[in-house]
């Protein structure tokens, strides 16, 4: 199959919105990070998405509305939380876990019977749900286990030949996938994974926010996933990636120990004047480091990187979206010196 380059205009997003409405998979730009667009009602379709990226067929798509108010349509219930949640931060990067109806087939939401849904802010998908009038799965679009794509040159170098079209909306805002949060009483949300709509931004709407134990911690085994992408080695390069908790005294002499051929460190900005060993920087604060983060993990293999040592991130704010992250890229490797 020939993968078309789109760009923004109306015109290719009506090609777009085409393609999705007979059944076939594009590459679409988000504000979290590049997706990997299908008509979600549609099995077939929906079968497509699962086999383009290798995903497992337990890890469920989200499902992408024009507007929240559709959430009704192919859900069983929503909860109060769930309309003022969407109130403040619909459309934007947060994912709510529904009951789903029988609109949403089960190869869709993994075999589980909740959906979890989105109202995207970025303007090329939101024009494209638009147009076709459908709701959009859209999976991150990478191949499984891969870092997240960014641009559309990352969709295209992991796609091209597997789907349709990729359409070119620049660079990803956010650079992380979206917060996703489950409903679990009446005034309580449950972050099942961290995102850009932190977890002080939903105490604004919420009395109690929990952050689930499988955000940070590996599960045990037999162990159930409350979010089935959490069992899985994710984001991960070719390289092998290692995450060090120390201040930058401490990393700088164990980078020192441990260096050589194909030895790389990913590191703050500001380390940088003072970091002596083969290096790429991640950014300066939390948001640039979510914003960054995978396409330096792309860039490292590029690079030819063979081990890779990490600074790890705070876990506050935006940067517990991007320690999640990191943990999974490391396989759970983490040094604490
Ligand atoms: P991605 O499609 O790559 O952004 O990954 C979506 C992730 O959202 C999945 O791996 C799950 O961890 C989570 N997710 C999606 N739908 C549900 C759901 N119904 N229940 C729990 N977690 C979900
Ligand atoms: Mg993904």
């Known amino acids: 199959m020939d993968t078309v380059l789109l760009s923004d205009n109306e015109a290719d997003l009506i090609k777009a919105a085409e393609f999705i409405k007979n059944g076939n998979i594009v590459g679409i730009p988000t504000e ?32 992408h509305l024009a507007d929240f108010s559709q959430a009704s349509e192919y859900t069983s219930f929503i909860p109060e ?3 003022k949640l969407a109130d403040k931060f619909c459309p934007g990067p947060l994912t709510i876990v529904l009951p789903k109806n029988d609109r949403i087939p089960m190869i869709t939401s993994g075999g589980l019977d909740t959906v979890g849904i989105r109202v995207p ?16 799965a859209a999976p991150s679009a990478n191949t499984s286990g891969y870092p997240s794509p960014t641009s559309a040159a990352h969709v295209m170098r992991d796609m091209n030949g597997k789907i349709s079209a990729v359409v070119d909306g620049g660079s990803s805002e956010f650079g992380v996938e979206s917060t996703v949060i489950a409903i679990e009483s009446e005034n309580t949300a449950r972050i099942l ?7 002080e931004m939903l105490e604004q709407v919420c009395s109690e926010v929990i952050i689930d134990h499988a955000i940070l911690h590996e599960l045990e085994a037999g162990q159930k996933a409350a979010s089935p992408g959490m069992k899985y ?14 201040d930058l005294e401490k990393f700088i002499s164990y980078v020192g120990e441990h260096n050589g051929e194909g030895v790389y460190s990913l590191i ?34 590029d690079a030819g990187a063979k081990k890779v040592y990490v600074r790890a991130p705070e876990t506050s704010g935006v940067g517990l979206a991007v320690y999640n992250r990191l943990i999974r890229a490391a396989g759970f490797e983490v040094i604490r010196i």
Not at 193 to 199: A, L, M, N, Q, S
Not at 273 to 289: A, C, H, I, L, W
């Open 32 to 63: 979290t990070v590049y997706g990997l667009g299908a008509d979600a009602s549609n099995e077939e379709a929906v079968r497509k998405v699962f086999e383009a990226k290798g995903r497992p067929a337990d890890n469920p798509l989200i499902v």
């Open 81 to 83: 939380l769930a309309f």
């Open 121 to 136: 802010s970025h303007k090329v998908m939101h024009r494209i749900i638009e147009l076709s009038g459908r709701p959009i």
């Open 193 to 199: 994974r961290p995102g850009c709509i932190t977890k």
């Open 233 to 246: 080695k994710h984001y991960s390069p070719k390289a092998d990636i290692i995450m060090v908790e120390s």
């Open 268 to 301: 703050f900005n500001s380390d940088s004047e003072v970091f002596p060993y083969r290096n790429m920087t991640y950014g300066k604060d939390s948001s640039e480091q979510a914003h960054l983060l995978f396409q330096r993990l792309r860039e490292l293999d």
